[in-house]
Each structure stands twice: as structure tokens, then as C-alpha cells.
């Protein structure tokens, strides 16, 4: 795990989820919504965040599900 977060990013926490009554999924990076999982997509990624050993593989994963949002253009 060591080889993917470098510069240690992931330990600053910076994605977290919330769960609908629907089963709908929203992800969160500091607190702005980046994307939302819906269906089976949603199912899965919970699966995934229950066999999750510790915060920081939970973070790898959201990054994961997330993909490549960031492109330099985002008002802070």
C-alpha cells in the first residue's frame, strides 16, 4: 500500500460516503459530492467497504470509485 499513497495524502482522510434509505451511495471529498453510486455499483462498493481492513484501504477504495475527478480547474 505503501507504492500507491506516496505523499500520504490518504491519511488526512479526505473522502468519506453516506448511504440513502433507497440504497443509493454519495461520496464525498472534503465534503464536496463527487460522485454518486446507484444499483448494483452502489451494492458492490458496499461489499467492498465491509472487507476493508483499516481507514486507510477504506480511502484507497473511495479514491478508487471516485477515478480521476481532480483536473486543476476546482474553486476551493
Request: charged residues 40%; proline residues 1%.
Amino acid at each position: 500500500m505503501d507504492n500507491i499513497d506516496k505523499r500520504n495524502r490518504l491519511d488526512e482522510a479526505p473522502f468519506s460516503y453516506r448511504v440513502l434509505k433507497d440504497g443509493s451511495v454519495f461520496l464525498y471529498y472534503f465534503g464536496k459530492q463527487v460522485k454518486i453510486l446507484k444499483g448494483k455499483e452502489a451494492t458492490k462498493f458496499l461489499d467492498k467497504m465491509k472487507m476493508a481492513s483499516d481507514e486507510k484501504e477504506l480511502q484507497l477504495l473511495m479514491a478508487k470509485v471516485t477515478g480521476n475527478f481532480k483536473r486543476g480547474n476546482e474553486r476551493k
